[in-house]
């Protein structure tokens, strides 16, 4: 067979990705109609720029989802022959396998596209769920700190900016390093991170149903009973069932993340508490003899939604350019991990002579955190007119 020209390697690009197409149609089809109903949500859709961006990190979403169904070749296996092998190259002996390597194989004879498919199932597993829990632990902790204040504010303060006092790369480079990773710290601090999550949403509903002891007790014990769950799994590896599990490596990984960007989220919390405290709503709560803790949660939180969201959307990009550094110089992740940040080192050796290898999933890593930069501003420009 003969190599595909550039303008065959994109048709059967965007054949291979149909799952994609047809899940983005859909989800802007009925977001589009239903977008007066949503809330900010909707509103994205009416700023140009936030449309682009939800656009791409949507396409790397379900690029990771249906991983699966678009890859081409097992992102682990080695074909015969097609070691550095061009865009569009046919593979010998192709009867079981895809006709083409589409992108080119890489310096082990690897199918390049199918690994930066695979890739972004790596770093989508990994940096939304790490700002997720660094969010919670830094709300957990700024919003008593910003309400309360006095001691309580002084001494968390102190200890978050000891963390950001460190270099981010180095200390990247410290929580993740083998000799590290073989002791015990790693599991002690995922058993103090991971658990707060579960004290969140306790206190959260607990506040909220405060006054409705049935759905009070219900909703905490669902929470308790599947927070535990998920916590025993993911921390200790304890889970009988096996549904929750992480392995040492992305444990280590996603604990690093989560310890450097709790401490920024406490200091943005933080902050917006000392301005809304003083507002009205705050003191008619206080008048009405509601709990510090509603307050917090149910009066100040909700008030604070619009930057948090902004800065949430802008933190999964850092942690993306994160995770690639990691991968990129070979730490907290395995060896032949199809992550980009491993995929743009391993190609990076000939890049001057092969630079498909390490082109694609650079182009991939900048477009997603492209991407959540433009749903950041999308989101700001629109929360701005609340």
């Given at each position: 067979m003969e190599p595909l020209s550039w303008a065959g390697i994109f048709t059967r690009l965007?054949?291979?990705?149909?799952p994609i197409w047809a899940a983005l149609i859909v989800l802007f089809a009925v977001s589009i109609l239903y977008r007066r109903r949503l809330g900010l949500y909707g509103k994205l859709f009416d700023s140009v720029v936030g449309m682009i961006g939800f656009a791409i990190v949507m396409f790397w979403v379900f690029v990771a989802l249906?991983?699966?169904?678009?890859?081409?070749?097992?992102?682990?296996?080695?074909?015969?022959?097609?070691?550095?092998?061009?865009?569009?190259?046919?593979?010998?002996?192709?009867?079981?396998?895809?006709?083409?390597?589409?992108?080119?194989?890489?310096?082990?004879a690897r199918d390049v596209f199918s690994r930066m498919v695979m890739g972004a199932?790596?770093?989508?597993?990994?940096?939304?769920?790490?700002?997720?829990?660094?969010?919670?632990?830094?709300?957990?902790?700024?919003?008593?700190?910003?309400y309360v204040g006095g001691r309580l504010d002084t001494s968390l303060t102190f200890v978050a900016n000891l963390v950001l006092a460190f270099p981010v790369i180095?200390?990247?480079f410290l929580l993740v390093a083998p000799e590290i990773q073989n002791t015990a710290i790693p599991r002690v601090m995922a058993g103090i991170l991971?658990?707060?999550?579960?004290?969140?949403?306790?206190?959260?509903?607990n506040a909220r149903f405060f006054t409705q002891p049935m759905k009070r007790n219900l909703y905490v014990g669902a929470v308790l009973v599947i927070g535990l769950w998920a916590y025993s799994g993911l921390a200790f590896n304890l889970d009988p069932l096996g549904l929750w599990g992480m392995s040492p490596n992305l444990l280590n990984v996603f604990v690093a993340v989560v310890f450097v960007n709790a401490p920024t989220v406490f200091r943005i919390v933080r902050g917006i508490t000392l301005d809304i405290k003083t507002r009205d709503y705050v003191a008619a709560a206080q008048t009405r003899g509601e709990g510090p803790w509603y307050i917090m949660l149910w009066?100040?939180?909700?008030?604070?939604?619009?930057?948090?969201?902004?800065d949430f959307c802008l933190r999964i990009g850092y942690t993306t350019i994160l995770l690639g550094t990691l991968g990129f110089f070979g730490l907290g992740v395995a060896p032949e991990s199809p992550d980009w940040g491993s995929t743009i080192n391993q190609g990076r050796r000939l890049l001057?002579?092969?630079p498909h290898a390490a082109l694609a999933p650079a182009l991939a890593l900048m477009s997603l955190v492209l991407g959540l930069n433009l749903l950041a501003d999308g989101l700001r420009e629109e929360s701005l007119k609340d």
């Amino acid at each position: 067979m003969e190599p595909l020209s550039w303008a065959g390697i994109f048709t059967r690009l965007f054949v291979q990705l149909w799952p994609i197409w047809a899940a983005l149609i859909v989800l802007f089809a009925v977001s589009i109609l239903y977008r007066r109903r949503l809330g900010l949500y909707g509103k994205l859709f009416d700023s140009v720029v936030g449309m682009i961006g939800f656009a791409i990190v949507m396409f790397w979403v379900f690029v990771a989802l249906f991983a699966d169904m678009v890859i081409t070749h097992d992102p682990l296996a080695q074909f015969s022959g097609m070691r550095n092998a061009a865009p569009g190259s046919p593979l010998r002996n192709a009867e079981d396998h895809y006709a083409y390597f589409l992108l080119g194989g890489d310096a082990l004879a690897r199918d390049v596209f199918s690994r930066m498919v695979m890739g972004a199932r790596e770093v989508l597993r990994i940096a939304p769920f790490a700002a997720m829990i660094s969010f919670m632990i830094g709300i957990s902790l700024g919003l008593p700190a910003g309400y309360v204040g006095g001691r309580l504010d002084t001494s968390l303060t102190f200890v978050a900016n000891l963390v950001l006092a460190f270099p981010v790369i180095l200390l990247f480079f410290l929580l993740v390093a083998p000799e590290i990773q073989n002791t015990a710290i790693p599991r002690v601090m995922a058993g103090i991170l991971f658990l707060v999550p579960v004290l969140f949403f306790t206190v959260l509903l607990n506040a909220r149903f405060f006054t409705q002891p049935m759905k009070r007790n219900l909703y905490v014990g669902a929470v308790l009973v599947i927070g535990l769950w998920a916590y025993s799994g993911l921390a200790f590896n304890l889970d009988p069932l096996g549904l929750w599990g992480m392995s040492p490596n992305l444990l280590n990984v996603f604990v690093a993340v989560v310890f450097v960007n709790a401490p920024t989220v406490f200091r943005i919390v933080r902050g917006i508490t000392l301005d809304i405290k003083t507002r009205d709503y705050v003191a008619a709560a206080q008048t009405r003899g509601e709990g510090p803790w509603y307050i917090m949660l149910w009066e100040i939180l909700p008030n604070a939604r619009g930057p948090l969201i902004v800065d949430f959307c802008l933190r999964i990009g850092y942690t993306t350019i994160l995770l690639g550094t990691l991968g990129f110089f070979g730490l907290g992740v395995a060896p032949e991990s199809p992550d980009w940040g491993s995929t743009i080192n391993q190609g990076r050796r000939l890049l001057t002579v092969y630079p498909h290898a390490a082109l694609a999933p650079a182009l991939a890593l900048m477009s997603l955190v492209l991407g959540l930069n433009l749903l950041a501003d999308g989101l700001r420009e629109e929360s701005l007119k609340d």
